[in-house]
């Protein structure tokens, strides 16, 4: 099956930093979403973006299918950032679904 | 608030016992997906329904099981649970199938086996 990692696992960051998560994919794609997972689990969509740059506020993302990787970029951290960020991968499908494929995640922390 | 819901919101059962899990989808979508996540990993697909119909399984035995309803809710059942089986389950709904879909999911089910 396809192959996700992500980078880094493990993030620290004062209040105000930005940064840059990346995460990449070992086969073509034809849905790729970053997500946020809060304390209690809950995935909140962040993207949709199997291609191109994508900006929402002070996020934004940019996935180059060609060469099989997505960033995704925060900027001006705030400590409501923290938690676990999810790229998620998913190809075409041919005799049926294979599901969204999610690498391990990065784990950030917003110190204030 | 993806609209997609899930009951419970916490469960403990006893190794060999059975579960239900249950997940409405957002108004609109007519697919379901399921997913288990173990405690420091990321998500994985158990299966898939969309019109009533299995339309596609990930790497998950026999034992875990599921319905769509009508109405596009959906079921996830699990017999003779094993302790690894505890983890957070998650459904997510999308309109349609093929790979190409943004998935909403559920605030899920944390799932205890002792």
């Known amino acids: 099956g396809i192959q996700v990692e992500q980078s880094p696992p493990d993030l620290i960051l004062q209040e105000g930093a930005n940064s840059t998560l990346r995460c990449n994919f070992s086969?073509?794609?034809?849905?790729l979403q970053w997500f946020h997972q809060n304390p209690w689990g809950q995935l909140i969509n962040l993207f949709y973006?199997?291609?191109g740059t994508k900006q929402n506020g002070r996020l934004s993302a940019t996935t180059v299918a060609t060469e099989r990787y997505s960033l995704l970029y925060i900027s001006s951290s705030q400590t409501t950032d923290s938690g676990v960020y999810f790229c998620a991968v998913e190809r075409l499908a041919g005799g049926g679904a294979d599901g969204l494929t999610f690498g391990k995640g990065t784990h950030l922390i917003i110190q204030p | 608030e993806t609209g997609v819901t899930q009951s419970p919101t916490h469960l403990i059962k006893t190794r060999g016992q059975q579960v239900t899990l249950r997940c409405s989808s957002q108004?609109?979508?007519?697919?379901v997906s399921w997913y288990q996540q173990a405690l420091g990993q990321g998500p994985q697909f158990i299966f898939q329904y969309y019109r009533e119909e299995e339309n596609g399984r990930g790497n998950f035995p026999p034992r875990f099981s599921g319905l769509q309803f009508p109405n596009y809710s959906s079921e996830l059942n699990v017999n003779a649970l094993e302790l690894d089986d505890s983890a957070l389950y998650l459904c997510a709904s999308s309109l349609g199938t093929g790979g190409r879909e943004t998935q909403y999911f559920g605030p899920g089910t944390r799932l205890l086996v002792l």
């Open positions: 108004s609109g979508h007519n697919t």
């Open positions: 086969d073509s794609v034809n849905n």
């Open positions: 973006i199997p291609s």
